[in-house]
């Protein structure tokens, strides 16, 4: 495997687990706004990386 494919594998798979996570956190006014902020932050760099 090559170096940029070991990194965009990598980056998929923190999106992922920042998916987990927001999943977990409270149905309330902050937790939806802080799971937003990580979905968006979270799942951003494999997309611009690639």
């Known amino acids: 495997m090559t170096k940029a494919g070991d990194i ?3 980056l998929i798979d ?3 687990r920042v ?3 927001t999943e977990a956190l409270p ?3 902050a937790g939806n706004h802080i799971a937003g902020q990580l979905v968006r ?3 951003s760099p494999a997309p611009n990386y690639g």
Do not use: Y
Request: glycine content about 6%; hydrophobic content about 35%.
């Open 27 to 29: 149905r309330t006014k």
């Open 41 to 43: 932050s979270g799942t």
């Open 14 to 16: 923190f999106a992922v």
């Open 19 to 21: 998916l987990k996570v």
């Open 8 to 10: 965009e594998d990598r």
